[in-house]
């Protein structure tokens, strides 16, 4: 068993509704849970997690014309809500679960300066009430994406530099609204609800979630956070690819979700763009989980990439970590991501080690259900 943190051998599971109440190496008692499946050659990871994705919000068999992930109406949209874009009947929802992928952060786009909120979802739940967790923070952009959309609604930015002004501009306006309220100059009734969910981030009630690829831009990140105290977690990074940029993240106590790797360079801004950039990120020790960033890299596929810390030198337990433990980490999900009592009982059982390439789940239990059965 990779338990999400560490490898074990020859141990039971027991769970009891949806939480697992027992691992250990005796058989547990009808107190301990029920004894799921007996094997010889089994092996059990816990459900994957998928950090950054916009699954639900980009559908299988749509057209790009139908996909919800960017609202056009402005470029700050901080009361949209990913949640509310969902559809959970798109067919990808069923493959992913059959391939283990049992919770997705899903995303607002790239397209806005603030795109919204990002919520954590249950991929095996029939609805939206059922399958929402909870909030992850707030989707905001730099780079190429932000600037690439002067023909959507709204006060938009052509330069970088105009993009990160208006970011300014919205930020410094909440942080002076919120010296006003603390100095009784302003109720809360008075407040905008746009501006009250920037005044939230500056207060740290959430995280951001930046997208962001080149290393300049990376620069600007830091810059931001040093001025406003953000509270931030860098998404994709790919295009850095120069260690002292991730150790630079690190030393600004900076997680990073990373990915997708095994995805095609596009655009400009992924010209440095390679999956031996993997092994700076590694060599730097910042915390960072992967992404699949759904339907970039199909979700399904997201646990092959892991192929690539193994072969920079991580163990197979720690390349599992990146996408159960270290994932459930750096988003904020509690009791997800281990098999371990007290966690739900989510995980996946193999036919054989995972990390062979003719190794596949047999059984998929989500909180207690049977939600794949090969």
């Not at 067919?91 to 806005?112: C, D, K, Q, R, W």
């Not at 193999?350 to 062979?356: A, K, L, R, V």
């Amino acid at each position: 068993m990779y338990d999400g943190i560490n490898e074990r051998k020859n141990v039971f599971i027991g769970f009891e509704n949806d939480e697992i109440k027992y691992v250990d190496i005796k058989r547990p008692t009808e107190d301990e849970g029920e004894l799921i499946i007996e094997g010889d050659d089994i092996v059990v990871t816990p459900a994957f997690i998928d950090s950054h994705s916009h699954i639900g919000l980009q559908r299988s068999a749509e057209y790009s014309g139908q996909y919800e992930e960017n609202e056009q109406m402005d470029p700050f949209t901080p009361l949209a809500n990913a949640l509310h874009s969902i559809y959970m009947d798109d067919p990808m929802f069923e493959e992913s679960i059959e391939h283990g992928v049992l919770y997705s952060g899903a995303f607002p786009g790239s397209g806005n300066i603030i795109g919204g909120k990002i919520v954590l979802i249950r991929n095996f739940a029939k609805d939206i009430d059922d399958a929402f967790i909870g909030d992850i923070g707030i989707k905001a952009a730099l780079g190429f994406h932000p600037r690439s959309t002067t023909t959507w609604k709204g006060k938009r930015p052509s330069t970088r530099m105009g993009l990160v002004s208006l970011l300014r501009e919205n930020l410094i306006k909440a942080k002076k609204t919120q010296n006003l309220l603390n100095e009784g100059s302003k109720k809360r009734d008075d407040i905008d609800p746009e501006t009250e969910v920037l005044m939230d981030i500056l207060n740290q009630k959430y995280k951001v979630m930046m997208h962001v690829h080149r290393e300049d831009d990376v620069r600007i990140l830091i810059q931001l956070v040093k001025e406003f105290d953000l509270k931030v977690v860098a998404n994709h990074c790919l295009d850095v690819h120069r260690v002292e940029i991730f150790e630079a993240l690190k030393a600004n106590s900076t997680p990073i979700i990373y990915g997708p790797m095994d995805s095609f360079s596009n655009k400009d801004e992924l010209r440095h763009n390679s999956w031996r950039n993997a092994e700076l990120l590694l060599r730097s020790g910042a915390k960072f989980s992967l992404m699949s960033d759904h339907p970039i890299v199909l979700q399904r596929n997201m646990f092959y990439t892991v192929r690539h810390l193994l072969r920079f030198g991580l163990s197979k337990p720690a390349a599992i970590s990146k996408i159960t433990s270290v994932a459930a980490d750096i988003i904020g999900a509690q009791k997800i991501g281990q098999v371990k009592p007290g966690y739900k009982a989510s995980f996946i059982v193999w036919n054989g080690d995972p990390f062979s390439f003719s190794s596949f789940p047999i059984l998929v239990i989500g909180e207690g259900q049977t939600v794949y059965k090969d």
